[in-house]
């Protein structure tokens, strides 16, 4: 269970004895092995301050994490384990931090600041936080200060606080479902629609999980998928005065590579007549990024790469040359499904690794992979890719060599 700080834990580990711990700490290894025996040498060490020994170890623990996905200044922050979770990564922060340039802004749900020192950051608008959480608040003054930059940030909440002239920005708590998939507008609190009511004189922005339905939402502007290094990071609800899609409800997916830099931006004004056409042997099979899909973007992804569409209920696109900068599937061979058709292509390549992957079918990756194994018994460095999908009626087999980035 993660610790629970309190006010008084942030202030003392802002200060001077908390520099001096943490610094005892970051030495230590700190791993779930180590734990235990770790934080019994740290409570030795805190005599009267032994009690901040969770406090401390958690801390360190988050700091390691905090950095790769934060920035530099987090190696010197303070985070809650659930806050940090829910934290935009640098990079993809920054992107949004673009769409705002120039743009005074209000986090009505700072949190611990990591959007916040992003948009203080900016050089340009003026910035403000508040958080309903008084150690969320306490932990983003604190990462203002390391991060060098200034934001007034304040305890109120989202639903009443008024933005004092600047655009209002939210990125509410995912709700805990135990378990159960959400995907409407109260799949966060506060409900998109409660941030809306709140703040009708000017919607605010926000950032929502990116499997919420926004289509059921049918909220006026614009909503933008965004990935990073090939994994969806956020949707962000963009209100009607910061749209630049056209349409009641526009849409747009940012594809982002690793450090931040845009590699592809598709929008749903933007040509998707495309044809439809199984794959042959000597073409390639091409997923699109998962923004891309969400999006709803996949025909108009296929247009701008001289693509087709295998099925036209199916994101998987075929084509003579696939995209620059990804990874896509050379087809092998092809053939309708059947087990015994795929674990002969198996035996006759020496394939000892089969990456399975599918769309439109029923098939279970891992149960097929098992059931092949018999087949599979070549040198482990022999790889293919077996692509399954519905194609018409039926489905169909195609066997592949993964090319491209990282293949």
Same mark, same amino acid.
């Not at 990591?114 to 910035?127: M, N």
């Not at 629609?193 to 059921?216: I, T």
């Given at each position: ?116 020192? @992003? ?15 008084? @150690? ?48 409407? %507008? ?155 058709? @795929? %674990? ?19 098939? @279970? ?31 169909? %087999? ?10």
């Amino acid at each position: 269970m993660a610790y629970r700080f309190t006010i008084d834990d942030v202030a003392w580990l802002a200060g001077p004895a908390g520099d001096e711990a943490l610094a005892a700490a970051a030495e230590r290894p700190l791993t779930d092995a180590s734990l235990l025996t770790d934080l019994g040498r740290l409570r030795a060490r805190l005599g009267d301050a032994a009690d901040r020994a969770g406090a401390v170890v958690e801390t360190v623990r988050l700091r390691r994490k905090a950095t790769d996905k934060l920035g530099g200044w987090a190696a010197g922050g303070l985070f809650t384990d659930e806050a940090l979770q829910q934290a935009s990564p640098v990079a993809v922060a920054r992107h949004r931090a673009r769409r705002l340039a120039g743009v005074d802004v209000h986090d009505l749900t700072c949190s611990i600041g990591g959007d916040l020192v @992003v948009l203080a950051g900016r050089g340009e608008g003026t910035t403000a936080g508040s958080d309903l959480d008084p @150690v969320r608040v306490a932990m983003a003054r604190h990462n203002l200060d390391q991060a060098r930059v200034d934001a007034a940030v304040t305890v109120a909440d989202a639903l009443t606080v008024r933005a004092r002239g600047g655009l209002p920005y939210a990125d509410p708590a995912r709700r805990d479902t135990r378990g159960r998939r959400v995907m409407g %507008a109260d799949a966060v609190v506060p409900s998109v629609g409660d941030l809306d009511a709140a703040h009708a004189a000017r919607p605010p922005v926000l950032r929502v999980p990116p499997g919420l339905d926004y289509e059921a939402l049918a909220r006026p502007g614009e909503v933008e998928l965004v990935s990073l290094a090939g994994s969806v990071r956020e949707a962000v609800l963009w209100p009607a005065e910061l749209a630049s899609v056209t349409g009641p409800v526009g849409r747009r997916a940012t594809v982002l590579d690793a450090d931040g830099t845009v590699r592809l931006a598709l929008t749903s004004d933007d040509p998707d007549d495309i044809p439809v056409r199984p794959a042959a042997v000597g073409e390639y099979l091409i997923d699109p990024d998962p923004a891309v899909v969400r999006a709803h973007l996949v025909r108009g992804y296929a247009a701008r790469f001289a693509l087709r569409q295998l099925d036209p209920h199916l994101a998987y696109l075929t084509g003579p040359t696939p995209p620059p900068g990804v990874r896509s599937f050379l087809v092998l061979d092809e053939a309708p499904f059947t087990e015994r058709t @795929v %674990a002969g292509w198996a035996r006759r390549d020496g394939v000892g690794t089969l990456e399975i992957k599918q769309r439109g079918t029923a098939v @279970v990756p891992d149960d097929l992979r098992r059931r092949l194994r018999p087949a599979l018994r070549g040198a482990t460095r022999q790889a293919a890719t077996l692509v399954l999908a519905r194609v018409g009626r039926s489905v169909h %087999a195609y066997w592949c060599r993964a090319v491209g980035p990282d293949a």
